[in-house]
């Protein structure tokens, strides 16, 4: 069974400050993906990442993807209230036909 | 352009029950997914129905059973519902031909409450 644990489970910082998720396996995925879950809502997708070593950034979120393909990292630069929410990160089966996700990190952002 | 909808927003049932959610795929979509969300964990993938059969399953009983129509639409089905089922139900649906599971969008959900 493939396992995603994701660290921390809770974050709670001020404004402006820098912070990183974690997102380990002792699987391989062939890709893996972050999502934001806003309450009342689904998943939403906010990157993939597919090659062993991969950093993609959006605005002020940093995506990584480790060498071996099981772990993943996020690091918010600057964070804002409107950051504030669940993050998920999920690995692919090589079908492309499940998703495994982690226990997600929920994010507060104060002002 | 409608995104993933699903049917009812939120649900209350008792123990021992029968529950029926819905779900239509975003417009051009034709494989859809169902995953359960308990609170304060991350969702959990229960099967996927694509040409209108079952293509895989995760760790669920069979008390969790689904059916995709010619339209793509999809239901999932909960037999002898259990306290233990309440979670936030959520489809994902995907286009045609497209095997990578990042062009999936999911549904906002629906709430299930087992009393």
């Known amino acids: 069974t493939q396992l995603l644990e994701q660290s921390p489970q809770f974050l709670s910082i001020q404004e402006g400050e820098n912070l990183t998720v974690y997102c380990n396996s002792s699987s391989v995925f062939s890709s893996l993906q972050w999502y934001r879950q806003e309450p009342g809502e689904g998943p939403v997708l906010l990157v993939t990442?597919?090659?062993?070593?991969e950093v993609k950034k959006l605005k002020r979120l940093t995506f990584q993807f480790g060498d071996a393909r099981k772990d993943s990292s996020l690091h918010i630069t600057a964070a804002q209230p409107g950051d504030t929410g669940l993050y998920l990160c999920?690995?692919?089966?090589?079908?492309?036909?499940?998703?495994?996700f982690g226990g997600g990190t929920r994010l507060m952002v104060k002002p | 352009d409608a995104g993933v909808t699903q049917s009812p927003t939120h649900l209350i049932k008792t123990r021992g029950q029968q529950v029926t959610l819905r779900c239509s795929p975003k417009s051009g979509h034709d494989t859809v997914s169902w995953y359960q969300q308990a609170l304060g964990q991350g969702p959990q993938f229960i099967f996927q129905?694509?040409?209108?059969?079952?293509?895989q399953r995760g760790n669920f009983p069979d008390r969790f059973s689904g059916h995709q129509f010619p339209n793509y639409s999809s239901e999932l089905n909960v037999n002898a519902l259990l306290l233990g089922d309440s979670a936030l139900y959520l489809c994902a649906s995907r286009a045609p031909g497209i095997q990578r599971a990042d062009t999936q969008y999911f549904g906002p959900g629906t709430r299930l409450t087992v009393l």
């Open positions: 129905y694509y040409e209108e059969e079952e293509r």
């Open positions: 990442v597919v090659t062993g070593g």
């Open positions: 999920a690995g692919e089966d090589n079908a492309g036909n499940m998703l495994t």
